[in-house]
T-cell receptor, first 115, second 109 residues
Framework: GAVVSQHPSWVICKSGTSVKIECRSL??????MFWYRQFPKQSLMLMAT?????????EQGVEKDKFLINHASLTLSTLTVTSAHPEDSSFYIC???????????FGPGTRLTVT | KNEVEQSPQNLTAQEGEFITINCSYS?????LHWLQQHPGGGIVSLFM???GKKKHGRLIATINIQEKHSSLHITASHPRDSAVYIC???????????FGKGTLLTVNP
């Protein structure tokens, strides 16, 4: 099956700093990537839809200036959590849609802890 | 908006048992996904279906488009199958997924 990687797999940062998370589709082109966050024992919550070469579409209630998304190529999207606070601590997961299909594959997730 | 219902919410089985998890949705879709998440782990895509049946190893997924229903079956269940199984559907041009709440499966040795 298709592979999506995320980097880093976990990160600890101090409050006020910024953290960048990468999502890569390794063996396919992904016009669309999705960013989710997940709190313990809860469902995935869609944060934004990232389309290659255009601005991301954010879900209601998600601050676009805080969660910066860049989708510069068909295989890479990045999520930057700016001025992180402890309440931003969460599991961040991306998925990538195979170009021209409804197939989506998920990355392994990035666990962010803000101290 | 599509509503996705999964049942059961929790399922405990003995090793070797045949497992069935059900998923119903309210609005026509283009594709249905079955996903797996182990405790503390990432999401793994098991199947994507738009019609019929798919099989991979001990896992079988079926979908009935007319009845808006899908099932995930696990044959000869094993403790390593213990995980949350999530049904998700997509139907719009934005390709967004609507998720069910998941089924927590525990397989005891």
């Amino acid at each position: 099956g298709a592979v999506v990687s995320q980097h880093p797999s976990w990160v600890i940062c101090k409050s006020g700093t910024s953290v960048k998370i990468e999502c890569r589709s390794l063996d396919f082109q992904a016009t669309t990537m999705f960013w989710y966050r997940q709190f313990p024992k809860q469902s995935l919550m869609l944060m934004a839809t990232s389309n290659e070469g255009s601005k991301a579409t954010y879900e209601q209630g998600v601050e676009k200036d805080k969660f910066l998304i860049n989708h510069a190529s068909l295989t890479l999207s990045t999520l930057t959590v700016t001025s992180a606070h402890p309440e931003d601590s969460s599991f961040y997961i991306c998925s990538a849609r195979v170009q021209g299909t409804y197939e989506q594959y998920f990355g392994p997730g990035t666990r962010l802890t803000v101290t | 908006k599509n509503e996705v219902e999964q049942s059961p919410q929790n399922l405990t089985a003995q090793e070797g048992e045949f497992i069935t998890i059900n998923c119903s949705y309210s609005v026509g879709i283009s594709a249905l996904h079955w996903l797996q998440q182990h405790p503390g782990g990432g999401i793994v895509s098991l199947f994507m279906l738009s019609s019929g049946k798919k099989k991979h190893g001990r896992l079988i997924a079926t979908i009935n488009i007319q009845e808006k229903h899908s099932s995930l079956h696990i044959t000869a269940s094993h403790p390593r199958d213990s995980a949350v199984y999530i049904c998700a559907v997509t139907g719009g041009s934005n390709y967004k997924l609507t998720f069910g709440k998941g089924t927590l499966l525990t397989v005891n040795p």
